[in-house]
């Protein structure tokens, strides 16, 4: 049998039973959709949070009181956890490869507009230092950051895009004053636009020095501190470095190290559960429209027995008659892949622009991929129908007819 003369039954075939042809082809498509769209959101979702991760770079560490590991001992039985403080942030200055150190305190606290016009709101603090542009990759758009330190913290603050904006409007807000826990700031900045991560608006905030911000907040130690190391220096090496430190100043390992490359391992995890999840939604859809191919397949080797018989009664052979029913399911998944591909492709740009908050990424690979799916499944739902009418004997089949 010609390879044209094979096409040409094939398609026939197919457009024989157009109704038949159109269910199996629906179901085809609703599950290469199903795992486009998933799998789309899915990814979209996965490179929007490693985003928001390594939003501050990749080069971070950072260390905050108490060790995370459980023992068997009860921490009260062998001492109270020390406190992170300033002069351990002052100690790892000196450490090889770190180029920049970042003491953070973090709270809520109401800020008031000194002034004829007073307004209030309430906002987050940061207690910080001159390093947190480059730790935490900011940069203002109005005046500048905190100044060094230099022994006597001086009472200034610098304010996030949307705090300034419902404070000040369209005022220039430095030079103005701002009274902060009863204390009056002189506004010298304001940062540029950073948006949210995980709930948190990095906008609505003030940054204050770090010193006032303990004084401010009754505390006596940091909530963690931030060390920025050299892009090109070992990450392992750098935390073994700041651990030995630690440990000599406070004399036990009564903190937590966490690199940037351990939270997106953890968080890269985490994403693995939810990729999966999707995949096996999408599988379980790809399944139900392979069973779909089964049953039309099954069905048309029953209805097609005469067929079947004048086939092979004319010389055609099992292989022959294999593939022409092996081709018939091939080009039904294929049909139904395609048409999956694109309504997934049209809904995924449909929620993008109806949801431009919603990331959804898809590549080219797996759009091939989707396809080579649908066809596998046309391929294998369609072995089991094809091979039996391959062994049918021609005389029993036209005498079955």
Known sequence: MR???WLAMTVGSVRGAKLRARLTILGIAVGITAVVMLTALGEGVRGFVLGEFTRFGTNVISISPGLTRTTGIPGGIVGNVRPIT???ADGLRALVDVIAVCPTVTGNVQIERVGAT???RRVTAFGCNSDAPIVWNYATSHGHFLPPDDGAPRALAVLGCKARAELFGVENPLGQHLRIGGERYTVIGVNQP?????GMDLDDTVYIPVERSLALFNREGLVSIDVAFAPDADPERVQDRIKDLLIRRHGKEDFTIVTQKQMLETLGSVLDVL????MALGSISL???GVGVLTVMTIAVSERVAEIGLLRALGATRRQVLALFLGEAIVLAGIGGVLGLGLGLGFAFAVRVAVPALPVTLS????????GVACGIGLIAGVG???RAARWDPIEALRAE
């Open 3 to 5: 390879t044209r003369d």
């Open 86 to 88: 300033l002069a351990d």
């Open 118 to 120: 007073k307004k209030t």
């Open 194 to 198: 950073k948006g949210q991560i995980l």
């Open 275 to 278: 990729t999966f999840a999707v």
């Open 287 to 289: 399944l139900v429209g």
């Open 364 to 371: 080219v690979s797996f759009a091939a991929l989707a396809v």
């Open 385 to 387: 129908p094809a091979w």
